[in-house]
C-alpha cells in the first residue's frame, strides 16, 4: 500500500461533496473515523446522514424510545479531527507536511491553504507531537529506547540550543536562564542512526552520567570528545571509552575515532527545530526533540516511511 498515491489522491483537486464522502470512507477504512456511532439517548447504532454542512454527513439518531428528542454527534467524534474547523482534506495534507517536513514554515502553510491562523497551525502541530510523544513512551516502557552494544558504537555530545540574537541585537530570551544544553547520545551501525536527546541544564558529571548509564548498555564502545566532565569516568563505569582532541584534529590518527555523525546531525536537527516554530520554551523544544527522537527511531521502520507510522500511531493515540 503506497500511503503518499493514496493520500494525494484523495486531497487534490477541489473540495466537493461527493470527494468529501469519499475521504470520509477512506478515513474509516484506515480506522482514523469511527465506521459505528452510539446514540447517547438510547444505546443503539445511529445513521450516518447526508447534510450541507459539517463534513457533508453526519451521525444521527431519531429512535422511538426518545420521541421528540433527536440525538446528532459528528463523523469526527473521538478522532483527532474533533474540535477543529479545518476541513479533512486540510488536516490530512498537513499531516503529511509534518510526516515529510516539507516547507512547514507556517507563512508557506498559510499561503498554501492549509490553515487560516498560525494559531490554528499551532494547534494542529500540538496534536501531532502529543502522538509521537505517546509513541515514544510505549518504546521506554518497553525498554527499547537504548543504544550501544556489540555491534554499535555510540557517540556523545552537547550542543546549545539557546536562543540567539540576530546580529548582537536585541533582548535576551528570559525562557533560557537555566536549561541551555541538549545532551545527545547517538547509536551508530552501519547506515542506522538512532538519537536519544535531552535537555540538561548544566554538562557536569551529575547531569550526564546518569543519563549515559541509563540509556547506553553496559559494555558498549562510545566515542567523546575530551570534555573533562567524562574524560576518565566512562573507564570506569564499564565502558570502552574512545576520544578524540578537537584542538589538534577531527578524527584520532591513531583509533580513527571521530564525532562527525553527531556533529552533523545537530545542524539537521536545529534546522528542523527551526521550521516547526523554533525553540520558545523550554516544554516546547523538549516536545521537538520527541519528535526527532520518533522520526529515528519509530517512523523510518515503518515499510511506508514516516506518513505510514504516524497514521499507525495516531490510531493508537486517539483508539476508536
Not at 494542529?124 to 516502557?141: D, P, T
Not at 548544566?202 to 548509564?213: E, Y
Request: aromatic share 8%; charged share 30%.
Amino acid at each position: 500500500m503506497s500511503l503518499p498515491r493514496k493520500l494525494l489522491c484523495h486531497v487534490e483537486g477541489r473540495q466537493t461533496k461527493k470527494k468529501t464522502i469519499k475521504l470520509i470512507r477512506w478515513l474509516q477504512k484506515k480506522k482514523l473515523l469511527k465506521k459505528r456511532m452510539k446514540c447517547l439517548l438510547c444505546k443503539r447504532n445511529m445513521k450516518l446522514k447526508s447534510t450541507r454542512k459539517n463534513d457533508y454527513c453526519l451521525w444521527n439518531c431519531k429512535s422511538s424510545r426518545h420521541p421528540g428528542q433527536t440525538c446528532n454527534r459528528t463523523v469526527r467524534t473521538g478522532s483527532i479531527f474533533e474540535n477543529s474547523r479545518c476541513s479533512l482534506f486540510q488536516w490530512l495534507k498537513f499531516i503529511y507536511r509534518f510526516s515529510q517536513g516539507l516547507r512547514l514554515r507556517q507563512i508557506d502553510l498559510i499561503s498554501d491553504g492549509i490553515a487560516g491562523s498560525s494559531r490554528t497551525l499551532s494547534r494542529m502541530a500540538k496534536k501531532l507531537r502529543n502522538v509521537c510523544i505517546i509513541s515514544m513512551e510505549r518504546l521506554r516502557a518497553r525498554n527499547k529506547v537504548c543504544v550501544g552494544g556489540r555491534r554499535e558504537f555510540v557517540i556523545i555530545d552537547e550542543s546549545s540550543f539557546r536562543h540567539k540574537r540576530k546580529y548582537a541585537r536585541g533582548r535576551f530570551g528570559r525562557t533560557w536562564q537555566r536549561k541551555k544544553w541538549v545532551f545527545g547520545m547517538m547509536g551508530v551501525k552501519k547506515d542506522r542512526r538512532r538519537p536519544v536527546l535531552k535537555l540538561v541544564e548544566r554538562r557536569s558529571r551529575h547531569h550526564l552520567l546518569p543519563l549515559i548509564r541509563q540509556h547506553v548498555k553496559q559494555g558498549s564502545t562510545i566515542i567523546s570528545d575530551q570534555w573533562r566532565t567524562y574524560r576518565n569516568a566512562l573507564g570506569n563505569m564499564g565502558y570502552i571509552h574512545c576520544t578524540v582532541n578537537h584542538s589538534q584534529c577531527f578524527v584520532d590518527p591513531q583509533s580513527g575515532s571521530h564525532t562527525q555523525h553527531l556533529e552533523r546531525a545537530w545542524s539537521t536537527f536545529k534546522q528542523h527545530i527551526w521550521r516547526q516554530r523554533g525553540n520558545r520554551t523550554e516544554a516546547l523544544l523538549t516536545e521537538h526533540l520527541a519528535v526527532i527522537e520518533w522520526s529515528y527511531w519509530a517512523g523510518r521502520k515503518h515499510p511506508d516511511g514516516l506518513l505510514g507510522q504516524l497514521f499507525k500511531d495516531i490510531l493508537h493515540a486517539y483508539p476508536l
